[in-house]
């Protein structure tokens, strides 16, 4: 009964923002490690940002300092905030629960 289900994706100039937002249900929220994940065209899908129960987080390199990854434990949310994009963050961005779980993805498309 896991659902992760991610919202906010679309098409933004290089150099905008953009907000991704991921609710989830069917499982206690507040312990599990959430991460959010990529992948382009002709790429493996990778790791942009984690954040445990305890509200730490880590960054793929090529977003630290532009993205933040955040939740709210009381919304059941996990967001990335995503600022000073990029054409190379286009990319299908998916939610995650603990490395098991995943949700359907939303793309981002980043013109230049």
């Known amino acids: 009964q896991v659902q992760l289900v991610e919202s906010g994706g679309g098409l933004v100039q290089a150099g905008g923002s953009l907000k991704l937002s991921c609710l989830a249900s069917?499982?206690?929220?507040?312990?599990?490690?959430m991460g959010w994940y990529r992948q382009a065209p002709g790429k493996q899908r990778e790791l942009v940002a984690v954040?445990?129960?305890?509200?730490?987080?880590n960054y793929a390199d090529s977003v630290k300092g532009r993205f933040t990854i955040s939740r709210d434990n009381a919304k059941k949310t996990v967001s990335l905030q995503m600022n000073s994009l990029k054409p190379e963050d286009t990319a299908v961005y998916y939610c995650?629960?603990?490395?098991?779980?995943w949700g359907k993805g939303t793309p981002v498309t980043v013109s230049s």
């Open positions: 995650n629960q603990g490395g098991s779980y």
């Open positions: 954040i445990d129960s305890l509200g730490s987080t």
């Open positions: 069917g499982f206690i929220f507040s312990i599990k490690t």
